[in-house]
């Protein structure tokens, strides 16, 4: 037997960069901020404009420039990637310029900061809000304090905010809403007074697929899926053939072609009038960042999507399925969609989440209008966290996938996924349809250096162990495959072999296995946590900031 164990100094070196615990809140709009979100809604914004007003308290260069162009709920908003922490850190300042000049109606000149759950389908639906008033034609310096001032909140039922974890939307209002008057307002030094735990960063390509070359697909990579899984279709009412052909898929000037047309064409004994393709990755993973560069078909009855399907899904015909891996129904594999599209509602991209607590006309979905979508490429976003699952499109959230209670049933998400392209037809396609191509740039997945690191033995029982985040402040989370039912103890020791505690000891089946190690207030340090399923062992050393 063999244990592979990394000295706690190599182990630092390779995890710490790509780790960091918390970061700041703030943006002065001249390349020092945190803040990458920035978004306008009913507006037009500019983070980079030139103070047109310096003078004052504020001479900076760079200002972001904010004007409600006549949108009743006009606003300018931003997300962070953790929620604040409202509990001892709960003042937000800002500076403002509102030249009178660029204000129609009679709305009362005052600015509003309401903190939402930009997770939620109606993110403004339990928000807080505090309002203070503003003298035009001059820098001023406001501040929001959830603690002290005023506050109002759209739910009465709500708890104070400085009680609340649930905020992760900073929105800010101009002259208020539920009106179509005109605003040009200037803001800059954005600044929250605490800090928000910041996410690992999946910095490290680990596979992609650039298509540079001509004529069919790297087989190597991909995978034709043509066999109709219910004998004569495909499910959810599709019409199409999947085939292998290159006229349905192909790569030239640097780009994948997916097209779908309309063409009589018979394969398995069954004739169908539309043909296109669905890919399926050779390759799987789990936990990253999925990059996805593409511009999208158009026309009613169209459907491309990106997704992924867990590696174990029994599904006749999928690649991983022949590859003997397919032990598991949909929707318990899990099944995460990064970017769907019906042309039936151009140009509104949606990302969704099916698992065996919501799946088919799934609840846990949410998208955003791309206005472009059909016309130029937009990246299209996936993060994977042990916790989370997080969609963008070019970098702008739409949608974060969050159970509050992690199980089998809300999160299959803790084992291995593959990636899908496929371009499919319903029955409602436009009669006039003839052609129409999903292209995309490029296909990239990345990680973070630790979660490459994989440890093994070398024994016939063929143990696997990792954990996430690694290094961790607060939590962790351990998964282990074991290949033979067996009697496992998973445990943590302190450098010195101290029994620190007893995660799992009990009989398990054969599979992949999660546990969570909560450490909120241990001693920073290296320590080993060793995993032994009936004779055999392996150990890996985790440090705690």
């Not at 929250?192 to 735990?197: F, K, P, Q």
């Amino acid at each position: 037997m063999r244990r592979i164990i990394f000295s706690a100094l190599a182990f630092i070196m390779a995890s710490a960069a790509a780790m960091p615990q918390t970061q700041p809140v703030q943006d002065d709009f001249e390349g020092n901020g945190t803040i990458t979100t920035w978004f306008g809604d009913d507006c037009n914004i500019n983070v980079a404009f030139s103070n047109p007003f310096p003078q004052g308290i504020n001479t900076s260069a760079t200002v972001l420039e904010y004007q409600d162009i006549g949108g009743q709920y006009a606003n300018v908003r931003f997300d962070v990637s953790n929620n604040y922490d409202l509990s001892s850190n709960y003042v937000f300042s800002l500076k403002i310029y509102i030249p009178s000049s660029g204000i129609t109606g009679t709305q009362p000149n005052q600015v509003s900061l309401k903190l939402q759950d930009g997770n939620l389908a109606q993110p403004w639906s339990t928000q807080s809000e505090i309002i203070k008033p503003l003298t035009p034609d001059q820098w001023q310096e406001v501040s929001f304090d959830f603690l002290n001032d005023e506050y109002i909140n759209l739910d009465p039922t709500s708890p104070p905010p400085t009680e609340r974890n649930d905020f992760n939307r900073v929105v800010i209002q101009v002259n208020g809403e539920n009106n179509n008057d005109l605003v040009v307002a200037y803001i800059d030094d954005v600044f929250y007074n605490g800090t928000i735990a910041v996410d690992p960063e999946f910095d490290v390509l680990v596979w992609s697929d650039e298509f540079e070359g001509e004529g069919a697909i790297n087989d190597t990579k991909w995978f034709h899926q043509t066999l109709l899984p219910t004998g004569t279709g495909w499910y959810n009412g599709e019409i199409q053939h999947y085939t292998d052909r290159v006229d349905n898929s192909n790569m030239s000037e640097g780009l994948l072609h997916i097209i779908g047309k309309k063409e009589t064409y018979t394969n398995q004994g069954v004739t169908k009038e539309y043909t296109s393709a669905r890919l399926n990755s050779k390759y799987a993973f789990q936990y990253g960042k999925v990059e996805v560069r593409a511009i999208l078909p158009e026309g009613i009855g169209t459907w491309p999507a990106i997704w992924t399907l867990g590696k174990n899904i029994d599904e006749d015909g999928g690649w991983w399925d022949l590859q003997g891996f397919g032990t598991t129904p949909w929707p318990d594999c899990g099944e995460i969609d990064i970017m769907e599209h019906w042309g039936i509602n151009q140009n509104y991209v949606s990302s969704a989440t099916h698992t065996p607590s919501s799946f088919g006309g799934t609840i846990n979905v949410g998208g955003q209008t791309v206005p472009t979508a059909s016309s130029e490429f937009h990246t299209y976003t996936l993060l994977w966290y042990p916790e989370k699952l997080v969609f963008k499109v070019d970098d702008v959230i739409h949608y974060t996938y969050q159970p509050e209670e992690i199980n089998s049933s809300t999160w299959p998400f803790n084992a291995e996924q593959y990636l899908l392209l496929n371009f499919a037809f319903l029955p409602d396609i436009d009669p006039e349809f003839s052609s129409d191509t999903l292209v995309i740039d490029y296909v990239r997945v990345y990680q973070n250096e630790s979660i490459g690191m994989l440890e093994s033995s070398d024994n016939n029982m063929g143990l696997q162990i990792r954990n996430f985040p690694n290094p961790a402040n607060d939590f962790t989370l351990i998964s282990y495959e074991i290949h033979e039912p067996g009697e496992v103890r998973l445990s943590v020791y302190d450098i010195n072999g101290r029994l620190i505690e007893t995660l799992v000891e009990t009989r398990q089946q054969a599979g992949i296995h999660q546990q969570r190690w909560n450490f909120k207030g241990l001693e920073p340090g290296v320590y080993v946590y060793t995993l032994q399923v009936n004779n055999q062992t392996i150990s890996k050393k985790i440090v705690v900031d």
